[in-house]
């Protein structure tokens, strides 16, 4: 099934070149490095994971302002949760602490109470930073998150993934 959805997902992305895309187009890989997962997520509450994503990002030198960044997406959160169905959860925010759009993903096997839509926990988390004056990556990171996490068996591979490095070379293959 991996196999399929892999070449499923690079003939979407070859039509999208094709249709004079090609340069518009965001491609999630280029987010992610093993220095932006967290494998597992070691916090059990929605704002310790925040905190904790966050935390990677400062570490990983994507992040200027811990605390304004922290309040830009708790705020993000007052307005509506970003836990999502099936176990995913896309924390995200627009804030001038990031220069650039900036991605990190936690995985939790045990699952935690984000109030996601369907009442489930989350397991897999996608928290995205963006600079207020760019939209346009910020959506359509959104859009492919959005996209792959569809696929229940992509999902399932991320969760059972035994290192960073196997979380970015699923992207890799995605």
């Keep these: 099934m991996r196999v399929s959805r892999t070449g499923e997902l690079k003939k979407e992305r070859r039509r999208g070149k094709k249709d004079g895309q090609e340069g518009k187009t965001m491609a999630l890989i280029d987010l ?6 967290r494998l597992p997520i070691t916090s059990a509450s929605k704002p310790d994971i925040i905190r904790e994503l966050l935390e990677v990002l400062q570490s990983a030198g994507r992040l200027t302002e811990f ?11 007052a307005l509506g949760s970003t836990g999502l169905e099936h176990g995913i959860a896309v924390p995200h925010a627009k804030t001038d602490s990031v220069a650039d759009l900036t991605m990190a993903i936690g995985i939790s096997p045990e699952g935690v109470d984000f109030d ?12 995205m930073l963006a600079p207020p004056d760019k939209s346009g990556p ?16 992509f999902s ?3 969760l059972s993934a035994a290192s960073r490095e196997e979380v970015v070379e699923l992207f890799q293959e995605e």
């Design 156 to 158: 399932r591979l991320l």
């Design 32 to 37: 992610i490095s093993t220095e932006v997962v």
């Design 116 to 127: 996601a839509l369907d009442g489930q926990p989350s397991h897999l988390f996608f928290m």
């Design 67 to 77: 605390d304004k960044a922290y309040e830009a997406v708790l705020s993000r959160e």
């Design 138 to 153: 910020h959506i359509e990171a959104l859009a492919e998150i959005a996209r792959i996490t569809r696929s229940r068996a």
